[in-house]
């Protein structure tokens, strides 16, 4: 294989992989080059698939592992193309972090179930499914020790969102679920999502029940922010990233 090919060969296998990986979420891919350091690793895999030594007994073999390989090393290449797909579905500085616009899908008022007056419930799933809202959004598990100390369920008084507010606590320990149900409003006049707290650096997507969540720290304690429908859901509090994931996954159980 000469060098234009393996070249040629090397960007197509990386376009297509991001194709694959990210179809839905990209209208139209980079166009610029990927970063020499990641073309260099995906020549070389190419390469040894491409060994003639090894076509009769490893091609099927190296070809897999070399696209193991590929998609372990896809997230590194679409930001070296200057492309940061996690910008996507949120905004964030150094101290905050927002859903992006276009993440939340508005209810009409109408297709739920609010009473005029907030009524008294148990739990957060009580609440929500009180109201109508048929989407996976409430951990079924919290870690041990943790008991409900409050549950709030506001308007705001704005006719744009309902705040559904549940601290839990253990001793000293708290933890927050809070799930926003934003709804249609013609008196809309922009986002009005809302502004999360977060310590330096940038989140980290974790993948659960189809979505993704985004994970960062406050104050060094673990959050968790995403959407689903007309909902914005976020977990924070005296608990370990460990324990967040389990709480995640054991949403959509």
Not at 159 to 172: K, L, M, T
Not at 178 to 196: A, P, V
Not at 219 to 243: H, K, Q
């Amino acid at each position: 294989m000469t060098d234009q090919a393996l070249d040629d060969l090397a960007r197509r296998v990386m376009l297509d992989a991001a194709r694959l990986e990210y179809g839905d979420l990209l209208e139209e891919l980079p166009e610029h080059d990927f970063s020499p350091e990641f073309e260099r690793k995906m020549k070389n895999l190419i390469r040894q698939a491409d060994h003639p030594a090894r076509h009769r007994l490893l091609r099927t073999g190296q070809l897999v592992a070399a696209l193991v390989a590929l998609l372990l090393l896809l997230t590194v290449a679409t930001a070296a193309a200057g492309y940061d797909i996690w910008r996507m579905l949120a905004e964030w500085t150094a101290e905050q972090i927002t859903l992006a616009p276009g993440q939340i899908e508005y209810i009409d008022p109408d297709d739920l179930h609010i009473p005029e007056e907030p009524g008294e419930y148990t739990d957060l799933q009580e609440a929500l499914t009180a109201y109508g809202l048929n989407r996976s959004v409430v951990p079924k598990w919290l870690p041990e020790g943790f008991v409900l100390d409050d549950l709030i369920v506001d308007d705001l008084g704005d006719g744009d969102q309902i705040v559904f507010h549940a601290p839990y606590r253990r001793g000293n320990n708290y933890l927050i679920v809070q799930m926003d149900i934003y709804l249609e409003n013609e008196n809309r006049s922009q986002d009005n999502f809302w502004d999360f707290q977060k310590d330096e650096g940038d989140p980290i997507p974790y993948e659960a029940g189809g979505i993704t969540h985004l994970l960062t720290t406050n104050a060094g304690r673990p959050v968790a922010l995403w959407a689903n429908g007309p909902a914005e859901c976020c977990i924070s509090g005296d608990i370990t990233m460990e324990e967040l994931k389990q709480m995640i996954d054991s949403i959509y159980e």
